[in-house]
């Protein structure tokens, strides 16, 4: 069993920044794939970011390629997302997803179904 519990959310001023986090539980954190997705109201939920169990490879949405950084520390069982340059349109309920399964190709990162573990979420809005 894998709990996760988002961080850092709130609100924040157009070209800002903010950093979320999530904390892990569980002894298997470095075998996980993570990921960030983020859900608006009426949307369906969709793929911001992963990286690989190591840290080594990131994978990012074409929307926030060179404005979110992902980024994980194996030893604090925990993953960050660094968003700069924030717009309205960031504007969601951001998500921590783990996945225990293994991933047999990049595919597999950007899938909503890859991942067994959710966080609650956490707000992000980008409002002058």
């Known amino acids: 069993q894998v709990e996760l519990v988002e961080s850092g959310g709130g609100l924040v001023q157009p070209g800002g920044s903010l950093t979320l986090s999530c904390a892990a539980s569980?002894?298997?954190?470095?075998?996980?794939?993570m990921a960030w997705f983020r859900q608006t109201s009426g949307k369906e939920r969709e793929f911001v970011a992963a990286?690989?169990?190591?840290?080594?490879?990131?994978y990012y949405a074409d929307s926030v390629k060179g404005q979110f950084t992902i980024s994980r520390d194996n030893a604090k069982n925990t993953l960050d997302l660094q968003m700069n340059s924030l717009k309205p349109e960031d504007t969601a309920v951001y998500y921590c997803?783990?996945?225990?399964?293994?991933?047999?190709?990049?595919?597999?990162?950007?899938?909503?179904?890859?991942?067994?573990?959710w966080g609650q979420g956490t707000q992000v809005t980008v409002s002058s």
């Open positions: 569980g002894r298997q954190f470095s075998n996980y794939a």
């Open positions: 997803a783990a996945s225990t399964r293994a991933f047999y190709d990049k595919t597999y990162y950007y899938a909503r179904t890859s991942y067994n573990y």
């Open positions: 990286i690989n169990w190591s840290g080594s490879t990131p």
